[in-house]
């Protein structure tokens, strides 16, 4: 079955980066891009940014653009989201999901928080 | 920038009602758009696509329509297992934008 592990938990200072991974299994890896939405505490979905697993071609939302680098490892079916330069209103929930239009899977979130 | 409106932001509705969330772009976006659920705690979970396509093991209860600038999710006879956050989702040229949510609650 199609699953999408994402790593765990994470707290940074402000200024810190922070990487967060997503493991997929159960499809072939390449056929799907991966999307990145984040969830601030009690907020909406915020759209963050895509990849293609096919390619490694992305497309940042401008809100994010220059901060944030998504990457793909196909010899272990895992994509990566840096976020660097981390604020307090950084603080989230990050998800990645599997899709090129809709998001059909899930992984189960990334808890980020950013406290000095 | 395109930008996706829910209405209304909050419903109260009670077991076996009929309820419509509505998703108004700013802009015509023909047909891509796409509904979720989320539960607390929980990652979302893909209802419609294409606007009225339904989404695999997915009641068929739940039904999307419109095109344009104005869609609607409608559950036909709401059960209490879909009081939950609702969001829609256009997308188009590996650009996507949420709605703001609609939480559908018990009344």
């Known amino acids: 079955q199609v699953q999408l592990v994402q790593s765990g938990a994470e707290v940074k200072k402000p200024g810190a980066s922070v990487k967060v991974s997503c493991k997929a299994s159960g499809y072939t890896f390449g056929s799907y891009g991966i999307t990145w939405v984040r969830q601030a505490p009690g907020q909406g979905l915020e759209w963050m940014g895509w990849i293609s697993a096919y390619n490694g071609r992305t497309n940042y939302a401008q809100k994010f653009q220059g901060r944030v680098t998504m990457t793909t490892e196909t010899s272990t079916s895992t994509a990566y989201m840096e976020l660097r330069s981390l604020r307090s209103d950084d603080t989230a929930v990050y998800y990645c999901?599997?899709?090129?239009?809709?998001?059909?899977?899930w992984g189960q979130g990334n808890l980020v928080t950013v406290s000095a | 920038d395109i930008q996706m409106t829910q209405s209304p932001s909050t419903l109260s509705a009670s077991i076996g009602d009929r309820v419509s969330i509505t998703c108004r772009a700013s802009q015509s976006i023909s047909g891509w758009l796409a509904w979720y659920q989320q539960k607390p705690g929980k990652a979302p979970k893909l209802l419609i696509y294409e606007a009225s396509k339904l989404q695999s093991e997915v009641p068929s209860r739940f039904s999307g329509s419109g095109s344009r600038t104005e869609f609607t999710l409608t559950i036909s006879s709401l059960q209490p297992d879909d009081f939950a956050t609702y969001y829609c989702q256009h997308y188009n040229g590996y650009t996507w934008t949420f709605g703001q949510g609609t939480k559908v609650e018990i009344k």
């Open positions: 999901a599997r899709g090129n239009g809709q998001f059909d899977y």
